[in-house]
T-cell receptor, first 112, second 113 residues
Framework: QKEVEQNSGPLSVPEGAIASLNCTYS??????FFWYRQYSGKSPELIMF????GDKEDGRFTAQLNKASQYVSLLIRDSQPSDSATYLC????????????FGAGTQVVVTP | DAMVIQNPRYQVTQFGKPVTLSCSQT?????MYWYQQKSSQAPKLLFH???????NEADTPDNFQSRRPNTSFCFLDIRSPGLGDAAMYLC????????????FGDGTRLSIL
Protein backbone atom coordinates (compact mmCIF):
# COMPACT_ATOMS: atom_id res chain seq x y z
CA GLN A 1 0.00 0.00 0.00
CA LYS A 2 1.56 3.26 -1.12
CA GLU A 3 1.39 5.89 1.63
CA VAL A 4 0.99 9.65 1.78
CA GLU A 5 1.59 11.04 5.25
CA GLN A 6 0.57 14.41 6.64
CA ASN A 7 0.50 15.80 10.14
CA SER A 8 -3.19 16.03 11.01
CA GLY A 9 -2.79 19.21 13.06
CA PRO A 10 -4.46 21.44 13.90
CA LEU A 11 -1.74 23.85 12.86
CA SER A 12 -2.46 27.15 14.55
CA VAL A 13 -1.06 30.16 12.67
CA PRO A 14 -1.39 33.85 13.62
CA GLU A 15 -2.93 36.04 10.95
CA GLY A 16 -0.22 37.42 8.67
CA ALA A 17 2.28 34.65 9.46
CA ILE A 18 3.53 31.84 7.23
CA ALA A 19 1.85 28.43 7.45
CA SER A 20 4.13 25.53 6.56
CA LEU A 21 2.57 22.18 5.69
CA ASN A 22 4.50 19.00 5.03
CA CYS A 23 3.77 15.80 3.13
CA THR A 24 5.87 12.68 2.68
CA TYR A 25 5.16 9.87 0.25
CA SER A 26 6.41 6.33 -0.21
CA UNK A 27 6.11 5.84 -4.00
CA UNK A 28 9.64 6.75 -5.09
CA UNK A 29 8.72 6.99 -8.76
CA UNK A 30 5.90 9.53 -8.33
CA UNK A 31 6.20 12.54 -10.62
CA UNK A 32 3.06 14.63 -10.02
CA PHE A 33 1.96 16.22 -6.77
CA PHE A 34 -1.13 18.22 -5.92
CA TRP A 35 -2.36 20.33 -3.02
CA TYR A 36 -6.08 20.65 -2.39
CA ARG A 37 -7.85 22.88 0.11
CA GLN A 38 -11.01 21.53 1.74
CA TYR A 39 -13.27 23.66 3.87
CA SER A 40 -15.36 21.86 6.48
CA GLY A 41 -18.27 20.07 4.84
CA LYS A 42 -17.13 21.06 1.34
CA SER A 43 -15.30 19.28 -1.45
CA PRO A 44 -11.56 19.53 -2.22
CA GLU A 45 -10.46 22.50 -4.32
CA LEU A 46 -7.20 22.36 -6.30
CA ILE A 47 -4.79 25.12 -5.28
CA MET A 48 -1.38 24.00 -6.53
CA PHE A 49 0.38 21.29 -8.50
CA UNK A 50 4.09 20.66 -8.91
CA UNK A 51 6.05 18.24 -11.08
CA UNK A 52 9.67 19.39 -10.86
CA UNK A 53 12.09 19.60 -7.98
CA GLY A 54 12.32 23.02 -6.41
CA ASP A 55 9.79 25.72 -5.70
CA LYS A 56 6.65 26.80 -7.50
CA GLU A 57 4.90 30.00 -6.50
CA ASP A 58 1.31 31.06 -7.13
CA GLY A 59 0.20 34.16 -5.29
CA ARG A 60 0.52 33.58 -1.55
CA PHE A 61 1.12 29.86 -2.05
CA THR A 62 4.47 28.15 -2.65
CA ALA A 63 4.85 24.44 -3.26
CA GLN A 64 8.25 22.85 -2.66
CA LEU A 65 9.26 19.44 -3.98
CA ASN A 66 12.25 17.27 -3.13
CA LYS A 67 11.94 13.94 -4.92
CA ALA A 68 15.16 12.54 -3.45
CA SER A 69 13.75 12.99 0.03
CA GLN A 70 10.20 12.10 -1.11
CA TYR A 71 8.90 15.26 0.42
CA VAL A 72 6.53 17.96 -0.77
CA SER A 73 5.49 21.02 1.19
CA LEU A 74 3.12 23.95 0.95
CA LEU A 75 3.80 27.41 2.31
CA ILE A 76 1.00 29.92 2.79
CA ARG A 77 2.33 33.45 3.19
CA ASP A 78 0.41 36.28 4.88
CA SER A 79 -2.10 33.78 6.27
CA GLN A 80 -5.70 34.98 6.44
CA PRO A 81 -8.65 33.65 8.45
CA SER A 82 -10.13 32.49 5.12
CA ASP A 83 -7.16 30.10 4.80
CA SER A 84 -8.52 28.10 7.74
CA ALA A 85 -9.25 24.72 6.17
CA THR A 86 -7.85 21.22 5.77
CA TYR A 87 -5.10 20.91 3.16
CA LEU A 88 -4.85 17.60 1.34
CA CYS A 89 -1.67 16.41 -0.31
CA UNK A 90 -2.21 14.09 -3.30
CA UNK A 91 0.43 12.06 -5.12
CA UNK A 92 -0.02 10.41 -8.49
CA UNK A 93 1.10 6.77 -8.17
CA UNK A 94 3.33 5.13 -10.76
CA UNK A 95 2.36 1.46 -10.55
CA UNK A 96 -1.10 1.87 -12.02
CA UNK A 97 -2.94 4.04 -14.50
CA UNK A 98 -2.08 7.15 -12.54
CA UNK A 99 -4.26 6.89 -9.47
CA UNK A 100 -4.11 9.75 -6.98
CA UNK A 101 -3.25 8.76 -3.42
CA PHE A 102 -4.48 11.35 -0.92
CA GLY A 103 -3.17 12.10 2.52
CA ALA A 104 -5.68 12.57 5.33
CA GLY A 105 -4.92 16.29 5.41
CA THR A 106 -3.56 18.93 7.76
CA GLN A 107 -6.05 21.21 9.47
CA VAL A 108 -4.93 24.83 9.50
CA VAL A 109 -6.46 27.37 11.86
CA VAL A 110 -5.56 31.02 11.29
CA THR A 111 -6.18 33.11 14.37
CA PRO A 112 -6.88 36.87 14.12
CA ASP B 1 -18.62 28.31 -16.16
CA ALA B 2 -17.45 24.80 -16.90
CA MET B 3 -17.89 22.66 -13.85
CA VAL B 4 -18.66 19.39 -12.12
CA ILE B 5 -22.18 19.22 -10.67
CA GLN B 6 -23.38 16.69 -8.15
CA ASN B 7 -26.97 16.04 -7.18
CA PRO B 8 -28.39 16.00 -4.65
CA ARG B 9 -26.18 17.89 -2.17
CA TYR B 10 -27.74 15.99 0.71
CA GLN B 11 -29.36 12.57 0.53
CA VAL B 12 -31.08 10.69 3.33
CA THR B 13 -32.04 7.07 2.79
CA GLN B 14 -33.14 4.16 4.90
CA PHE B 15 -30.99 1.22 5.79
CA GLY B 16 -31.09 -1.20 2.85
CA LYS B 17 -32.98 1.13 0.49
CA PRO B 18 -31.19 1.63 -2.84
CA VAL B 19 -29.95 5.11 -3.60
CA THR B 20 -28.46 6.77 -6.68
CA LEU B 21 -26.16 9.77 -6.71
CA SER B 22 -25.50 11.69 -9.90
CA CYS B 23 -22.65 13.68 -11.37
CA SER B 24 -22.49 15.74 -14.53
CA GLN B 25 -19.67 17.73 -16.08
CA THR B 26 -19.29 20.43 -18.70
CA UNK B 27 -15.49 20.20 -18.80
CA UNK B 28 -15.56 17.51 -21.50
CA UNK B 29 -13.07 15.46 -19.50
CA UNK B 30 -12.81 11.82 -20.48
CA UNK B 31 -12.01 10.49 -16.99
CA MET B 32 -14.59 10.51 -14.20
CA TYR B 33 -14.03 9.31 -10.63
CA TRP B 34 -16.11 8.48 -7.57
CA TYR B 35 -14.61 8.87 -4.12
CA GLN B 36 -15.95 8.18 -0.65
CA GLN B 37 -14.77 10.43 2.15
CA LYS B 38 -15.50 9.97 5.83
CA SER B 39 -14.84 12.56 8.51
CA SER B 40 -11.14 13.42 8.97
CA GLN B 41 -10.10 10.79 6.43
CA ALA B 42 -8.55 10.93 3.00
CA PRO B 43 -10.86 10.57 0.00
CA LYS B 44 -11.01 6.89 -0.95
CA LEU B 45 -11.29 6.04 -4.64
CA LEU B 46 -14.18 3.67 -5.38
CA PHE B 47 -13.90 3.46 -9.18
CA HIS B 48 -13.24 5.48 -12.28
CA UNK B 49 -14.20 5.59 -15.94
CA UNK B 50 -11.73 6.25 -18.71
CA UNK B 51 -14.20 7.09 -21.46
CA UNK B 52 -16.51 4.06 -21.35
CA UNK B 53 -13.99 1.75 -19.68
CA UNK B 54 -14.97 1.02 -16.10
CA UNK B 55 -12.24 0.42 -13.50
CA ASN B 56 -13.15 -0.85 -10.07
CA GLU B 57 -10.82 -0.55 -7.08
CA ALA B 58 -10.04 -3.95 -5.57
CA ASP B 59 -11.45 -3.04 -2.17
CA THR B 60 -14.67 -1.38 -3.37
CA PRO B 61 -17.61 -3.34 -1.93
CA ASP B 62 -19.95 -5.10 -4.39
CA ASN B 63 -22.72 -2.97 -2.93
CA PHE B 64 -21.39 -0.03 -4.97
CA GLN B 65 -22.03 0.15 -8.69
CA SER B 66 -21.58 2.85 -11.29
CA ARG B 67 -22.94 3.80 -14.70
CA ARG B 68 -21.69 6.27 -17.27
CA PRO B 69 -24.30 6.56 -20.02
CA ASN B 70 -22.43 9.32 -21.87
CA THR B 71 -19.40 11.59 -21.56
CA SER B 72 -21.19 14.11 -19.38
CA PHE B 73 -22.96 11.96 -16.80
CA CYS B 74 -21.91 9.40 -14.24
CA PHE B 75 -24.00 7.71 -11.52
CA LEU B 76 -23.16 5.98 -8.27
CA ASP B 77 -25.63 3.31 -7.18
CA ILE B 78 -25.59 1.91 -3.66
CA ARG B 79 -27.73 -1.19 -3.78
CA SER B 80 -28.28 -1.84 -0.08
CA PRO B 81 -26.84 0.98 2.01
CA GLY B 82 -25.57 0.12 5.44
CA LEU B 83 -24.83 2.47 8.32
CA GLY B 84 -21.14 2.33 7.41
CA ASP B 85 -21.88 3.86 4.00
CA ALA B 86 -22.80 7.21 5.51
CA ALA B 87 -20.19 9.57 4.08
CA MET B 88 -19.49 12.36 1.63
CA TYR B 89 -19.41 11.08 -1.94
CA LEU B 90 -17.23 13.06 -4.29
CA CYS B 91 -17.25 13.03 -8.06
CA UNK B 92 -14.16 14.27 -9.88
CA UNK B 93 -13.09 14.60 -13.49
CA UNK B 94 -9.82 15.01 -15.33
CA UNK B 95 -8.29 14.88 -18.76
CA UNK B 96 -6.30 11.75 -19.45
CA UNK B 97 -2.59 11.98 -18.77
CA UNK B 98 -0.37 11.59 -15.74
CA UNK B 99 -0.01 15.28 -14.96
CA UNK B 100 -3.65 16.24 -15.24
CA UNK B 101 -5.26 17.47 -12.01
CA UNK B 102 -8.64 16.22 -10.86
CA UNK B 103 -11.50 18.67 -10.41
CA PHE B 104 -14.16 17.91 -7.82
CA GLY B 105 -17.87 18.57 -7.64
CA ASP B 106 -19.43 19.89 -4.44
CA GLY B 107 -20.13 16.38 -3.15
CA THR B 108 -23.22 14.58 -1.87
CA ARG B 109 -23.56 14.04 1.86
CA LEU B 110 -25.29 10.68 2.37
CA SER B 111 -27.04 9.86 5.64
CA ILE B 112 -28.48 6.45 6.50
CA LEU B 113 -31.43 6.13 8.88
Amino acid sequence: QKEVEQNSGPLSVPEGAIASLNCTYSDRGSQSFFWYRQYSGKSPELIMFIYSNGDKEDGRFTAQLNKASQYVSLLIRDSQPSDSATYLCAVRLTDSWGKLQFGAGTQVVVTP
Amino acid sequence: DAMVIQNPRYQVTQFGKPVTLSCSQTLNHNVMYWYQQKSSQAPKLLFHYYDKDFNNEADTPDNFQSRRPNTSFCFLDIRSPGLGDAAMYLCATSRAGGNQPQHFGDGTRLSIL
